[in-house]
């Protein structure tokens, strides 16, 4: 009976270790985004990074580059021919 209870001892000594160093971090990590996300100062910084990020964005004189333009417009021409084609 003592050897059973060691062994179960150890068995959740070491599953609780494993928990610990695999999907805990994990979850902590998930944990601290959410923390800061919630804060109302973590909030700010958020949104003065969107911000900084859309006058970037606003002072380009073009968003797309040459092969996006291309990816883009054969897109919308496939789009606009099925959606000619439902009609």
């Known amino acids: 009976m003592k050897n059973y209870i060691y062994k179960v001892i150890v068995l959740i000594i070491a599953v609780i270790l494993i928990f610990e160093f695999t999907i ?3 979850l902590d990590n998930f944990n601290e985004k959410i923390n800061y996300l919630t804060t109302k ?3 700010k910084k958020m949104i003065s990074s969107i911000k900084k990020e859309i006058q970037k964005a606003n002072s380009k004189e ?3 580059d040459e092969e996006e333009r291309i990816l883009l417009r054969n897109f ?3 789009i606009t ?3 000619d ?3």
């Open 24 to 26: 805990g971090k994990y």
């Open 76 to 78: 919308i021409i496939k």
């Open 85 to 87: 084609l439902k009609n």
């Open 62 to 64: 073009n968003y797309l």
């Open 81 to 83: 021919k099925e959606l």
């Open 41 to 43: 100062d973590g909030r």
